[in-house]
């Protein structure tokens, strides 16, 4: 059994609440929002949010876990019909827009993968078979680690975060990092 089914009903519900009240706020006011804004909102006290999620990252993650479970099946159901440059430009390009959903997400999203949700799991197993069929198919440098990959994501969304860009622009700079990932070091 997993700790979310050995839960009290009234625990799960607070939970529960906690989440739904944690993606209102955070798509409204971003990933920096005031926690005590989401325990107001779920109706719990500050020490029962805290005991369920810990951490801001913690909460971030456990709200983010649906999505991106979707989006590494998404990825996942892709992949075969790509060749392997473009299968991992996609989820590059891909996981850049899931991290703008929300504003201030861009800055956490390196402790956020590392949280062990089911959807934190699934994208970073996704991401790494991508990188290694992409680097075994000669498309992406052997010296390339998914980390690395990570960083770009981080730093391609920190910057589309922060310029405001639209997600048209997203692509291109992804581009700017897939090519250096593409060509052997100097």
């Known amino acids: 059994m997993t700790e979310h089914t050995l ?30 804004a989401v325990a107001r909102r779920a109706g719990v006290g500050i020490g ?14 456990a709200t983010y876990s649906d999505r ?10 892709g992949a075969p019909a790509r060749d392997h440059s473009g299968a991992l430009r996609a989820y590059i390009e891909g996981l850049v827009i899931q991290i703008n959903i929300y504003r201030g997400l861009a800055a956490s ?19 790494a078979t991508l990188l ?8 992406v440098r052997a010296d390339v680690s998914f980390t690395d990959i990570v960083h770009v994501i981080t730093a391609v969304s920190l910057a589309v975060e922060q310029e405001g ?21 100097g």
């Open 7 to 36: 839960l009290r009903a009234d625990a799960r519900q607070n939970r529960e609440r906690i989440l739904v009240a944690a993606e209102e706020i955070f798509m409204e006011q971003g990933g920096a929002a005031s926690l005590d």
């Open 48 to 61: 029962t949010l805290y005991r369920r999620f810990a951490t801001r990252d913690a909460l971030l993650a």
């Open 68 to 77: 991106l479970l979707a989006f590494a099946e998404t990825c996942r159901d």
């Open 109 to 127: 999203i390196g402790m956020i993968l590392q949280s062990g949700t089911p959807g934190c799991a699934a994208v970073g197993e996704v991401g």
């Open 132 to 139: 290694q069929a992409a680097q075994e198919g000669g498309a």
């Open 165 to 185: 860009a639209v997600p048209a622009r997203i692509p291109h700079l992804v581009s700017l990092f897939f090519d250096g990932l593409n060509r052997s070091p």
